[in-house]
């Protein structure tokens, strides 16, 4: 006899994990000063704990994808309950720094395993436009999560409460997506051969694979690149940087809500194309406005990287069906590695912009600001090429209908 599948327990429940992660990100972020007082850490160790959360997530995202059909993404999430309660009490209770560094390891290695059984396990519930439609709602949690833990975190620290209670905090979606994944059913593979490993490298030397594979890297620093320094940038525009955050992560959140609708009517590469053009035109208004134009930058911005993420993913699960989960979790760890492998280089045109103002006679927030927008400027080299890319693969893929549609 056949078990019913309860899609909506499943898709909510992912959705719960999913806020797990965006708490991890913003509340973390939220209490770094306070971590820092409390044990007498740098700003260069504090940066290493945070580099711990970026490592442990596409980790566990690739070793996710490619045990997947091997241990199945109900154990894959009862790894993500263990690590992430193990992060998130290895944190309450912490000692000093490595303490701290192993916790966050654990707690980036959790949000990996969200990702690695959430965005297959939605795939094979889901078919076409819908499929779309649900992964964009899955993703908007990571936004939506943003805000609300970053209001959470601002209400609670100006609220005197210690940073330890602000973390218990994340216990609450954990315990939630637990409870609601606990005895269901899970859908099988929907794709014939997608369990089978050899079929899914195969697929990933497919031309398709590869293009997306690339534009994931680009996709992926485009989001998050600006996002890393927009902060200082804007603190010195006279905007409000906390304001920008919510702001951007708030449209980020509605537009991939009523997602449905702009991908029925553009279609994946017409997003993706389209996308890319707003965020290009996001990145220079941030790179020229200041004070109250630079929300208007935000929500230009945020439009243009909203549906990056959940439909890249979406193109490979529909376009590739035959990568399977590790398909999908390959291309989120690509992504995630991206944004890593590029803060480096970021940081360096930071530096070099500074010392060059600097030279010229420019201090203080005038200094931060010049060089910031200037930096800002070759970012857009990342959106540039995607615009270019997304042409072609607008040509590319016109007329082809995505390969699950002959799946079902």
């Not at 398909?327 to 989120?332: A, D, E, T």
Request: proline share 4%; charged share 5%; hydrophobic share 55%.
């Amino acid at each position: 006899m056949t078990q019913t599948i309860n899609k909506s327990a499943l898709f909510n429940a992912s959705c719960l994990a999913l806020i797990t992660t965006a708490f991890s990100f913003s509340i973390r972020a939220g209490i770094l000063p306070q971590l820092g007082d409390s044990f007498g850490l740098s700003a260069e160790q504090l940066g290493f704990i945070n580099s711990m959360w970026f490592l442990g997530f596409p980790i566990s995202m690739i070793l996710g994808g490619l045990f997947y059909h091997i241990i199945g993404p109900a154990n894959i999430m009862r790894i993500a309950f263990v690590t992430h309660t193990l992060g998130i009490l290895m944190t309450i209770f912490a000692d000093g720094y490595t303490t701290l560094l192993i916790s966050t390891l654990f707690i980036g290695f959790g949000n990996g395993c969200t990702e690695a059984a959430c965005n297959p396990l939605i795939a094979d519930m889901y078919s076409g436009v819908t499929l779309n439609k649900m992964l964009n709602r899955f993703h908007m949690w990571f936004p939506g999560g943003i805000v609300l833990g970053s209001l959470v975190s601002k209400f609670m620290t100006d609220g005197g409460f210690a940073w330890q209670t602000q973390v218990w905090v994340m216990m609450i979606p954990t315990i939630a997506y637990a409870v609601l994944f606990f005895g269901k059913t899970f859908p099988q593979p929907k794709v014939e051969g997608a369990a089978s490993l050899g079929s899914n490298l195969k697929a990933m030397i497919s031309p398709v694979f590869i293009f997306l594979f690339f534009a994931m890297a680009l996709t992926a620093i485009t989001e998050f690149g600006p996002q890393q320094w927009v902060g200082l940038i804007m603190g010195a525009s006279g905007a409000s940087p906390m304001l920008i955050l919510a702001l951007t992560t708030g449209v980020m959140a509605i537009g991939r809500f009523f997602a449905g609708p702009v991908v029925k009517a553009l279609g994946q590469t017409g997003v993706l194309l389209g996308g890319a053009i707003f965020a290009a035109l996001g990145i220079f208004m941030f790179s020229t406005v200041t004070g109250p134009m630079a929300y208007l930058a935000a929500f230009v911005f945020a439009i243009g990287v909203c549906y990056f993420w959940p439909v890249m993913i979406g193109a490979v699960a529909q376009r590739v069906p035959l990568s399977g989960a590790l398909g999908m979790s390959i291309i989120g760890g690509v992504g995630m590695f991206s944004t890593a492998i590029f803060q480096p280089f970021i940081g360096s045109w930071i530096d070099t912009s500074t010392a060059t103002h600097s030279a010229a006679g420019l201090t203080g927030s005038a200094l931060e600001l010049a060089a910031g927008q200037e930096t800002l400027q070759k970012i857009m080299i990342f959106p540039g090429i995607l615009i270019v890319l997304f042409i072609i693969f607008f040509i590319w893929q016109k007329g082809s209908k995505p390969a699950t549609a002959a799946a079902h």
